[in-house]
C-alpha cells in the first residue's frame, strides 16, 4: 500500500463561500509537489495577491498594496509584541575566533530591536547574519545563489531532491517526517529565479537546532547526488510499465511544471520576463519549461549541487532569542569540512543591458472551446527600471509611487484601467524589485482583440498623466499613513517575522550588497516624507514616472491570444517525442525500461525501515505542555450588544470585528451577498500593505506544495484548534471573491474620497461572510463580519467609518457593480484553472450538508455561473439587483443579533467602549432575525467539472457522522498520521481526499479507496505515534500574533467551542493509540462505499474514465 501516495485530508465545510481551496493538499499519486518554486516571473505578484485572501481577509484591492512597498523593508520589519530591552548580545567574540569565524560587522537595528551580526568563516567564506532579539519564533535558513543557464529547471528539481535523504538522515523524505512530528511554525523551500532558500522556523529551541541540523545536513550532504532514482522521480524519467504500451514522461517537477505552463497568467509572467531579460539568467527558467526539462541530465544535476551548493556559494541567516554561540558551534561542524571554492564567481548574476528601442511580442496560450475567444486577450506592458541596482531613496520613492499609482482600488492607475471596461482584471505587479535590476509592468485580461491597442495608449496617457498633474494630497498622506500603521504594526500573521526580514535582507545581500541596510528604513522613510513635505509630491513622483517609464526604450509589450488548439497541439507533439523515443529502442532497451520503472516504483513504495525513521531528531510527548493556549477573553456587553475583548499586548493597534447574523437572508440572495460585502470598503486591505514575504507564502499557497495546509492553517488562523483554522482559512477565502466589493461611494463621498479616508484614518476595513456548520445543530453558522484596525488613539474615526461603510455606502451604481462582476468572474475563472482541488472540495461539501452548499454558492462552480448570468443581468435589469442589494443591507444590518469583538491592551479596550457604545446607537434596530431554512443540497452524484487543463484534481468525500462517527481528538492525529496535511471539520464532518495537479484520475481514487485497509493492516510503533501526536500538537499550537488570537476566539464564540472542550480534545490527541487508528478504519471504509467523486479534469481523462467505468461520472463543462 503506498502510503506515501496517498492523498488525503478531513476536509470540512465551514468554509464560507469559500473554496476550499485551501484545504487541500494535494499528494498527486506518485507525490506531490512540496516545496515551491517561486515563478519567475514578473507577475508572479500580481499572482501572488490574489492568494493573499489566504493570509488574511485581505480584500483584493489591498493585495495590490502589498508588495513592494518598498524596497526597505517596510514591512518586514518587526517590532516584537512584548516589550523588551533594547539590548541583545551577539556571540562572544572569542568563541566565535575559535569556532572559525570572522566578525564582519554588527548594529542594533531599531527597527526591529535586534542586535545584527554579520560573520565570515574564514575557512570558506561563507556569511551569517545571527540576528538576536526577543522574539520566540526562531528562524534559520540556508540560501543559495542558483543562477540557472536553461530552462532544464535544475534549481528547482534539486530543492526537491535535497530534502529526500542524506548523509546522517538516509531516510526517502526527512522533511516530510520533520512536518509529522515537528512543533515548526515554518518549514518549506523556495526556488526564485537565481536563488534557493531552505528555512525553518519554531519556538521550541530544542525543535529548532533538530530542524536546523536536517536542513544543513539535507543542503550540504543530499543523496540525491549519488542516486539517479532520486532525480528520476523529483525530475523526469520514461516510464513504460510493459514494454507493449507507450513511454510516458513523469517526475515530481516536471508534473508540477506542467500545471504551472497551463495558466495563463503565469504564461504571461514568463514571456515578460523572458522577454525583459533575453541576456541574463532571467531569460530562462529556473522552475523548467517541460518541454526542456527532459534534456536534463543527472550529470549536470550532480555538477550544478557541487559546484553551488557549496559554504563559499552561501548565506546563512539565524534569528531569534537562542543562543547566538550555539548557533555558530553548530555551523562550524557543517562549514569546517569544506574547502573555499570558486563558486562566488561563477553564480554572480549578470545584468541586463537596456534596449535602445521597445520590443512587441505575441504569444498563445492555451483556451477553453467556445465561449468568446476574442475577448480572452491579456496585454501586458513591461519595463526595465534599470540598468544597475538603485539606491535605497530611489527605490522606496518607487515603492511609494507604486502604492499611489495601484495600491488601492481609488489609486488611478489602477481605476481608470479597470473602469475603462477594456478588460476583466489587471495583470502585471506594478514596480517589482526583488531581482537584481527593478522592473514595472501592467497591463489588462480579458480584452477584445480590438481594444488591445486601446488599452496599450490608456496605459500609456494615464501614466503621462499621472507625470503632468502629480497626486492629489490626500491620497499621498493616505499612502503615507498606510505605509506608517503597517510598519508600525508589523503584522506578518503566521508567517514567521524572522523570515519576512530575512529575505528582505536576502535581496540585497544575495548581489553581495549590504544585508542591514534592508533592514533599517525609519531613516530613508523620514527623508522621503520630508522631500514630499517640502517640495511637493509632484516634484518627488513627476520625475521618477518620467525617466524610468515614458522616456525609458526597454518597454516590452506581450500579447497573448487564446489559442483552443494549443493544449492538444503540446500533447501531441510531446507524443510524438516519445513516439521516437520508443521506436530508437532496441527490444533490450525496452525491457530494460520497463524493468527500472519497476524498480522506481517498487522504491517509492518501499517504507522507509524503522531503524531510519529513528534518526530523525524528535521531541518526547514531555517537552509538549499539557494545556491549550489560553486567549484572554472577557465576555461582557455594551449598551444590550454582546461584547468580546481581549487584553493583548497590540502595540497601540485596536483590532476590532462587527458581526452580523446572515442566516435570515433569503436563499435566493445568498450570491448576491458576496456582492453585498459592496457594503464594504475598505482602503485597501485589512493588511494594508503586507510585507513581500508575504507574497511568497501566498504563493505557494496557492499551488500547496506538502505541508502547506499547515503553514495555510497557521497564517490565517494561527493556532487555534484545527477545525476553527479551517473555518478562517475559509473565510478569507470567501473574502478574496467577496472582496472588491468594498468600492462604491455615499451620499457625501465618492468612494475615491471614502477609500482615502480609510487610507488616512485606518489600517484598513474589510467586509467579508462566513459560513460554517455547528456541530449538533442542522443550521450552518452564517455571518458577515466587518473587520478593521487602526491606531488606538483613532479609534473614534475608525468606528464611524466602519458606520458609514455599512449604512452609507450607496449602491446605486451600476458601471460599478459591473466591473465587480467581471472582475469576480474572472478571478472565479482562474481559481478553477489554478486551484482545482478547492473547487472540486467545495463541490463535494455542497453535496454532503448545508453548509457546503451555502459555500459552494458563493464561491464554487455554482457562484462562476451565478457571475455569468448576473453579467448580463446588470445590464438588463439593474433596478432589481440594486433592489435586492438594498434589501440585503436591510436584513443584515441591524444591532440585534450583532456581536463586536476588540483586541488591544486593557488601556486601549478602555478608551474603544465608549466609541463601542455611540457606533451601536446608530445602527437601525430591526426586528428580531427569523433564520430561513436554507435546506439545500447538491443532487450526490458523482461529478467531472471538465477545464482546459493537462493535469487533474480528484477529490472524493462522504460525511463520516452519518455513519455514527463520534469526534474524538485521536482523528487529528490519524490524519496527519495519514497525510501529514487535513483539515478536519467536526462540525460538518466531511472526510475527503483530494489530490493537486494529478497525472491520474481513476487510478488515484483506487488509492483513496485502499485507505480503510491500510489503517486496518497499519503497524506503528511508539515513536512513529509520538512524532504524529506531536506533529497534530504543533498544528494545534501554531504561532499566533495578537489578533489572530483575538480572532481566533471569536471563532470559537461563535461555533461554539469551550475551553472544556478544547481541554478533553487535547488529551484525546495526547492519549491517541493504534486501536484508534484501527477504529478509524470502519469510519473510513465509508467515503469508499458512499463517498462522493468531484473531478476537475481534462476532457480526454474524463472521457477516458467514462470509457472504462461507463456513467461513472456526470460531465459538467467548467471552463
Ligand atoms: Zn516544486
Known amino acids: 500500500m503506498e502510503r506515501a501516495v496517498l492523498l488525503r485530508s478531513l476536509s470540512s465545510s465551514s468554509s464560507s463561500s469559500a473554496l ?225 504500451e507507450d513511454i510516458t514522461y513523469k517526475g515530481v517537477v516536471f508534473n508540477e511544471m506542467k500545471g504551472v505552463y497551463s495558466q495563463p497568467d503565469s504564461i504571461l509572467g514568463r514571456a515578460s520576463q523572458q522577454a525583459l531579460f533575453p541576456d541574463n539568467t532571467y531569460g530562462v527558467d529556473s522552475g523548467g519549461d517541460p518541454q526542456v526539462i527532459p534534456k536534463l541530465t543527472f550529470e549536470e544535476f550532480k555538477e550544478f549541487h557541487r559546484k553551488y551548493y557549496h559554504p563559499s556559494n552561501a548565506r546563512i541567516w539565524f534569528y531569534g532569542d537562542d543562543d547566538p554561540n ?169 508567517f514567521p517575522r524572522g523570515l519576512a526580514l530575512m529575505l528582505r535582507s536576502i535581496g540585497k545581500w544575495i548581489y553581495d550588497m549590504d544585508p542591514f541596510q534592508p533592514l533599517k528604513y525609519q531613516e530613508p522613510l523620514k527623508a522621503l516624507k520630508a522631500r514630499i513635505a517640502e517640495e511637493g509630491s509632484k516634484a518627488v513622483f513627476a520625475p521618477l514616472i518620467e525617466k524610468f517609464i515614458l522616456s525609458n526604450p526597454h518597454r516590452v509589450t506581450i500579447e497573448m491570444q487564446p489559442d483552443p488548439e494549443k493544449a492538444s497541439r503540446d500533447e501531441a507533439a510531446e507524443k510524438e517525442n516519445l513516439e521516437k523515443v520508443k521506436a530508437s529502442m532496441t527490444e533490450e532497451d525496452l525491457a ?32 509538549i505542555p499539557k494545556k491549550p493556549i489560553h486567549i484572554p477573553t472577557e465576555v461582557g456587553d455594551i449598551n444590550g450588544t454582546k461584547v468580546l475583548q481581549h487584553d493583548l499586548f497590540t502595540n497601540d493597534v485596536l483590532y476590532a470585528e462587527v458581526v452580523f ?73 470567501s473574502h478574496t471573491s467577496s472582496q472588491s466589493l468594498l468600492e462604491m461611494g455615499t451620499k457625501d463621498m465618492d468612494f475615491v474620497q471614502l477609500n482615502q479616508l480609510i487610507g488616512r484614518k485606518t489600517g484598513g476595513i474589510s467586509v467579508y461572510p462566513f459560513t460554517s456548520s455547528v456541530r449538533g445543530k442542522e443550521d450552518p453558522c452564517s455571518r458577515i463580519i466587518v473587520r478593521g484596525k487602526a491606531m488606538s488613539e483613532r479609534a473614534e474615526d475608525l468606528f464611524n467609518l466602519v458606520n458609514c461603510v455599512i449604512q452609507d455606502v450607496q449602491l446605486m451604481d451600476q458601471k460599478r457593480f459591473k466591473q465587480f462582476v467581471s472582475q469576480s468572474k474572472a478571478r472565479m475563472e482562474n481559481r478553477l484553472r489554478g486551484s482545482g482541488h478547492g473547487i472540486a472540495a467545495a463541490r463535494m461539501d455542497a453535496k454532503l450538508n448545508v453548509a457546503g452548499w451555502v459555500s459552494e454558492k458563493m464561491g464554487g462552480v455554482s457562484y462562476l455561473e451565478f457571475l455569468q448570468a448576473l453579467e448580463k443581468k446588470v445590464d438588463d435589469d439593474w433596478p432589481e439587483i440594486s433592489s435586492s442589494l438594498e434589501e440585503i443591507r436591510k436584513t443584515l444590518i441591524s444591532k440585534n443579533d450583532c456581536l463586536i469583538n476588540l483586541t488591544a491592551d486593557g488601556k486601549n479596550l478602555q478608551n474603544a467602549e465608549k466609541y463601542v457604545s455611540k457606533f451601536l446607537d446608530m445602527l437601525p434596530n430591526n426586528s428580531p432575525v427569523g433564520s430561513t431554512a436554507w435546506s439545500a443540497r447538491l443532487p450526490r452524484t458523482n461529478e467531472a467539472l471538465v477545464i482546459p487543463t493537462q493535469v487533474n484534481y480528484v477529490g472524493k468525500a462522504a460525511n463520516l457522522f452519518e455513519t455514527g462517527y463520534q469526534l474524538k481528538g485521536s482523528a487529528y492525529v490519524i490524519s496527519k498520521y495519514l497525510n501529514n496535511s487535513w483539515l478536519w471539520d467536526r462540525c460538518a464532518s466531511v472526510f475527503s481526499f483530494l489530490s493537486y495537479r494529478d497525472p491520474n484520475l481513476l487510478k488515484t481514487l483506487d488509492v483513496y479507496d485502499g485507505t480503510s485497509n491500510f489503517l486496518r493492516e497499519l503497524e506503528m510503533d511508539d515513536d512513529a505515534l509520538t512524532k504524529a501526536i506531536i506533529g497534530t500538537i504543533g498544528d494545534v499550537d501554531s504561532y499566533q500574533l495578537p489578533d489572530a488570537k483575538g480572532y481566533s476566539s471569536l471563532m470559537r464564540y461563535l461555533l461554539g467551542v469551550t475551553e472544556e472542550e478544547r481541554q478533553i480534545r487535547r488529551e484525546e490527541i495526547l492519549s491517541t493509540r493504534l486501536s484508534d487508528f484501527k477504529e478509524f478504519a470502519d469510519f473510513v471504509e465509508a467515503v469508499k462505499d458512499k463517498g462522493v467523486v468531484v473531478a476537475v479534469a481534462s476532457p480526454d481523462d474524463v472521457d477516458a474514465a467514462n470509457n472504462t467505468r461507463p456513467n461513472f461520472f456526470e460531465v459538467k463543462k467548467a471552463l
Open 20 to 244: 476550499a481551496s485551501t484545504r487541500l493538499f494535494s499528494r498527486s499519486v506518485h507525490r506531490l509537489p512540496k516545496r515551491h518554486h517561486l515563478v519567475p516571473n514578473v507577475h508572479r505578484r500580481s499572482l501572488l495577491r490574489r492568494h493573499l485572501g489566504f493570509i488574511s481577509p485581505v480584500s483584493r484591492p489591498s493585495l495590490q498594496l502589498n508588495r513592494h512597498f518598498c524596497p526597505l523593508s517596510v514591512r518586514a520589519v518587526s517590532t516584537s509584541t512584548v516589550q523588551s530591552s533594547p539590548e541583545f548580545l551577539g556571540a562572544d567574540d572569542d568563541v566565535a575566533d575559535k569556532l572559525g569565524f570572522e566578525k564582519v560587522s554588527e548594529e542594533f537595528i531599531e527597527e526591529c530591536k535586534s542586535r545584527a551580526v554579520l560573520y565570515k568563516h574564514k575557512k570558506t567564506g561563507a556569511e551569517i547574519m545571527s540576528v538576536s532579539n526577543d522574539d520566540e519564533n526562531k528562524v534559520f535558513g540556508v540560501v543559495f545563489r542558483t543562477p540557472p543557464k536553461d530552462s532544464t529547471g535544475i534549481p528547482h528539481i534539486l530543492e526537491h531532491s535535497v530534502l529526500c535523504g542524506s548523509r546522517k538522515y538516509p531516510l526517502k523524505e526527512p522533511f516530510v517526517e520533520l512536518l509529522k512530528g515537528s512543533l515548526n511554525t515554518f518549514l518549506n523551500a523556495f526556488t526564485y529565479p537565481d536563488r534557493t532558500c531552505y528555512p525553518v522556523a519554531s519556538t521550541n529551541t530544542k525543535d529548532f537546532y533538530n530542524l536546523v541540523d536536517v536542513y544543513l545536513d539535507a543542503v550540504f550532504f543530499p543523496k540525491c547526488v549519488e542516486d539517479i532514482k532520486t532525480f528520476q522521480q523529483e525530475g523526469w524519467h520514461y516510464e513504460l510499465n510493459d514494454p507493449s
Open 326 to 494: 550555539e548557533r555558530l558551534r553548530i555551523l562550524s561542524e557543517y562549514l569546517d569540512m569544506f574547502e573555499a571554492n570558486s563558486a562566488p564567481d561563477e553564480s554572480r548574476v549578470g545584468s541586463q543591458k537596456l534596449f535602445s528601442e521597445p520590443v512587441r511580442i505575441v504569444e498563445k496560450y492555451p483556451a477553453a472551446e467556445g465561449g468568446d475567444l476574442k475577448k480572452k486577450h491579456m496585454v501586458c506592458l513591461n519595463w526595465l527600471l534599470s540598468e544597475t541596482p538603485l539606491d535605497l531613496e530611489t527605490e522606496l520613492a518607487l515603492g511609494f509611487l507604486d502604492h499611489l499609482m495601484m495600491g488601492t482600488p481609488a489609486s488611478p492607475l489602477r481605476k481608470i484601467l479597470l473602469e475603462s471596461g477594456l478588460g476583466d482584471a489587471i495583470v502585471g505587479g506594478g514596480v517589482e524589485d526583488e531581482l537584481l535590476q527593478p522592473q514595472f509592468s501592467i497591463g489588462l485580461k480579458g480584452v477584445s482583440e480590438d481594444n488591445i491597442q486601446k488599452v496599450e495608449e490608456l496605459i500609456m496617457t494615464t501614466l503621462k498623466e499621472l507625470a503632468e498633474e502629480g497626486f492629489n494630497s490626500d491620497a499621498v498622506e493616505a499612502s503615507m499613513n498606510t505605509i506608517e500603521f503597517s510598519l508600525r504594526e508589523n503584522n506578518t500573521g503566521s
Open 592 to 623: 530494460e525500461l520497463a524493468r527500472a520503472t519497476h524498480e522506481l516504483k517498487l522504491k517509492q513504495e518501499t517504507p522507509d525501515p524503522p531503524e531510519a525513521l529513528k534518526c530523525v531528531p524528535t521531541l518526547s510527548l514531555e517537552d
Open 661 to 733: 447574523n446572515m442566516s435570515s437572508l433569503k436563499q435566493e440572495l445568498l450570491p448576491l451577498s458576496m456582492r453585498d460585502a459592496t457594503v464594504s470598503i475598505s482602503k485597501s486591505c485589512y493588511w494594508p500593505q503586507p510585507p513581500k514575504p508575504w507574497a511568497i507564502i501566498a504563493y505557494y499557497l496557492k499551488s500547496p506544495p506538502k505541508g502547506i495546509q499547515k503553514s495555510q492553517v497557521t497564517q490565517a488562523c494561527l493556532a487555534c484548534d484545527l477545525e476553527l483554522a479551517w473555518a478562517i482559512v475559509s473565510s478569507s477565502y
